[in-house]
């Protein structure tokens, strides 16, 4: 804690000498004053109200805070503003900027070659019309020489028999005639001259040259308006502009009674705050929605505005805009629709050294540029409907993973339907399927995971005591020192709601994961989990509440919507529920801290193009000697209590006498412990007795008990009672069963 300043009050004589000398601070001086309390109290800020929560750049926070203070405190001329990017967006991203260069020259190359391969054609067309065109260049001569086009008015004079005008015009038609005679001749002179020397001195080449110019100019002169010489290389395909009058016809057809009572007569009418403007590959449109109405009301009724905007559903996508009020929309209306769009390289596909620690690229959004993502530090959550895509995208993740060839990778596709089996060259574990034997292997791996993030906090504070982990978290440096083991352990789960609906390990399964979720970032553990039922039984609230990255493709409520998202994002306008069908592997993306963004995965990784990208990933791994366990076919450890049969009661009953009635759970632990310690040496804590008498149905609570010093006191504890008529009664269904 750092001090707080002083508060001095003042005396009622200081008071007087105060108000009677009253000091005026310079501007200059009192923007210092102004910062210096704006940074005081940001730092007060930052201090006390901080409950939970990662500090992001604080200096940046405070540096803002001080710049708006400046603006608020200087001059009156100074204007609280916004100001645009002095680029255009296409040119300040490397990405677009590279799009449309490929663009501009495959562009020109497809127009020559076109051309190129015409030629014949277009040689032919123009000899064709050589014989036309010559007619058209005499006629037009004729005409000029013989000043035809004052014809009609020599006429008209001569038809009203004035004969002043009819002389006055004639006399001028006769000098412009000499005139123009003489310049013929002179210019037919020097032609002639020309083509003689020309014949005499220009180069062969360039007399061909000359003559095919000639001939080409007088056999497009010869063409019809309808039929130029060259066909046409490209067809426009002009999508058309979006207008704040068809903007106003889509909203007005959604049904929401605000919008109708807006542009009624007398309503206030729909703003629109900027002009309408190109946005990437599409048109974006600010718009002010009449008051009540939300862009969440919009975006409900995405597919009525698709329709009013006479644009396919893949092209409409209306978003809140978060830094604006609650009533601001912003709508963009691709050229293309995103579901059919092709997504620019990805850049990874080919194979590449990755740094997990390092932003990679996931998926595209809406105007074609690239999203990132950055793995280290993170747990991911993902949640849709079946065949949106979830696997898909837990595949691409797992890939980049892979392609780290320091990561350690566990595969569990709980589907059993082999999606994740591209990975399995490259995975250190991999379980496919539900049935009991891949069900205790998977908790024997898990139950080795919950070891490992425990020797790996125990070995963050040592570091950090060293002034090694500074942050108390896994550094780059720290992961590439193998002594350490601190490398990045990445763990995905498909359809992971198997493994928490799990009969017998369900609840240790969730106890595990949660504590992966919460504590295995900062630690370098990844937890992914993805599933296709997003409720609080497959999706625990206490691993939905923690995971800081989500990715949401369709879901068809509110509930699955925040259960996947976080809370309240809904109400917040980012809603997957206004998905389509066929919006396949497009969804929401909340990454570390940022704003929610649609985000379509990398189009066409399916099963053999992950087998390419999974075969670099063993290259890799074979050069750094991090390939292990599945991989290279060692066969995992199952834990032996896993699969023995659960004798848990049994074994309370052995070391809890009928006489105690109650005894607490610390110390039915340490009498276990001595009974078998290979099967309860893993039950460390009170909690760990209670969540597994929790899966025999029998519940732990406060008893009472004395301490060795002979000191009462209340502790979590077993009845001998519960435990007993638990066993008699299973021993009475197996007797009947
Ligand atoms: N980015 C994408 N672009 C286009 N199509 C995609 C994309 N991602 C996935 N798909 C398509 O979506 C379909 C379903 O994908 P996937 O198997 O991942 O769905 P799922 O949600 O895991 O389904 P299930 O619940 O049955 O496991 C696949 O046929 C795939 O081709």
Redesign the pocket.
């Known amino acids: 804690m750092t001090e707080q300043p002083q508060t001095h009050k003042p005396t009622g004589n200081e008071h007087q000498a105060e108000e009677q000398a009253r000091v005026l601070r310079f501007p200059s001086e009192r923007l210092n004053h102004d910062q210096t309390q704006a940074k005081a109290e940001a730092e007060a800020g930052a201090e006390t109200q901080v409950i939970d929560g990662e500090l992001v750049d604080d200096d940046r926070d405070q540096a803002a805070q001080v710049d708006q203070a400046q603006t608020e405190a200087g001059s009156s001329l100074i204007r609280r503003e916004k100001r645009e990017p002095v680029l255009p967006g296409w040119a300040s991203s490397v990405e677009e900027f590279r799009e449309t260069a490929k663009w501009a020259v495959s562009y020109a190359g497809h127009t020559l070659a076109f051309h190129a391969v015409r030629c014949p054609v277009y040689l032919a067309r123009i000899l064709i019309r050589v014989p036309q065109g010559t007619l058209r260049l005499l006629r037009g001569f004729l005409r000029w020489v013989t000043d035809a086009e004052g014809r009609p008015v020599r006429h008209a004079a001569a038809d009203r028999a004035d004969a002043a005008e009819y002389l006055r015009l004639s006399g001028q038609r006769d000098s412009r005639v000499r005139g123009r005679v003489y310049t013929t001749v002179g210019l037919g002179a020097a032609a002639l001259a020309a083509f003689f020397l020309g014949r005499e001195f220009l180069p062969e080449i360039v007399q061909y040259a000359i003559v095919a110019g000639a001939l080409g100019t007088v056999g497009w002169l010869g063409a019809p308006a309808d039929q130029p010489i060259a066909s046409r290389a490209v067809e426009a395909t002009k999508v058309p502009k979006l207008t704040s009058n068809a903007v106003e016809i889509a909203l007005a057809a959604l049904g929401i009674s605000g919008i109708n009572q807006a542009m009624g007569k007398g309503g206030e009418g729909i703003g629109f705050p900027k002009p309408i403007s190109r946005d990437g590959k599409g048109w974006r449109a600010d718009v002010d929605l009449p008051h009540g109405v939300t862009p969440g009301d919009i975006m409900d009724r995405r597919e009525k505005l698709a329709s009013g905007l006479r644009r396919p559903l893949g092209c409409v996508w209306p978003e809140a805009d978060n830094g604006e009020h609650a009533g601001r929309l912003i709508l963009w209306v691709g050229d293309q629709d995103m579901?059919k769009a092709k997504?620019p390289a990805w850049a990874l596909r080919k194979g590449v050294r990755v740094d997990l620690f390092q932003p990679q690229p996931f998926?595209t959004d809406q105007r074609g540029r690239w999203v990132d993502l950055r793995l280290m530090f993170t747990s991911v959550a993902i949640g849709?409907?079946?065949?949106?895509?979830?696997?898909?995208?837990?595949?691409e993740l797992l890939l980049i993973a892979a392609l780290d060839p320091r990561a350690e990778l566990h595969t569990y596709d709980l589907?059993g339907?082999g999606?994740l089996d591209p990975l399995e060259k490259v995975t250190h574990a991999h379980g496919v399927g539900d049935d009991d034997e891949e069900i205790e292997k998977a908790i024997s791996d898990l139950r080795k995971l919950r070891d490992e993030l425990r020797r790996r906090a125990k070995l963050i504070r040592d570091l950090a005591k060293q002034g090694l982990a500074p942050e108390n978290k896994v550094t780059p440096e720290l992961a590439g020192k193998k002594s350490l083991g601190l490398h990045p352990i990445v763990i995905g789960v498909?359809?992971c709601q198997v493994w928490f609906e799990h009969p017998d390990h369900g609840e240790e399964f969730e106890a595990i994961c949660t504590d992966l979720v919460k504590r295995g970032p900062a630690l370098g553990i990844i937890i992914m989990l993805?599933t296709?039922r997003p409720d609080a039984k497959s999706l625990p609230t206490g691993i939905s509440a923690n995971v800081s990255t989500r990715f949401c493709?369709k879901v068809q409520g509110q509930t699955e919507n925040d259960m996947v998202l976080g809370t309240s994002k809904y109400k917040q306008g980012v809603r997957a529920t206004t998905f389509a069908w066929a919006d396949?592997?497009?969804g929401y993306l909340v990454g570390e801290g940022s704003d929610a963004q649609i985000v379509?995965?990398?189009?066409?990784?399916?099963g053999p193009a992950s087998e390419k990208v999974a075969a670099y990933a063993r290259t890799l791994r074979e050069q750094a000697g991090t390939l292990t366990g599945h991989a290279i076919g060692e066969a995992p450890e199952v834990d032996e209590s896993v699969s023995k049969k659960d004798t848990l009661l049994e074994d309370i009953l052995a070391v809890v006498g009928e006489t105690e009635k109650k005894v607490w759970n610390e110390r039915v632990i340490a009498r276990l412990y001595e009974l078998r310690p290979e099967v309860y040496g893993t039950y460390r804590e009170s909690a760990d007795l209670t969540a597994a008498l929790k899966r025999h149905g029998i519940r732990t609570a406060q008893v009472w008990g004395t301490t060795d010093d002979n000191k009462g006191a209340s502790r979590i504890g077993i009845t001998h009672a519960d435990i007993a008529q638990e066993v008699a009664e299973r021993n009475r269904r197996e007797g009947s069963g």
């Open positions: 579901r997504q998926g849709a409907i079946p065949r949106m895509g979830k696997t898909f995208a837990l595949r589907k339907t999606d498909d359809e993805a296709q493709l396949k592997g497009i379509r995965t990398v189009a066409g990784l399916d």
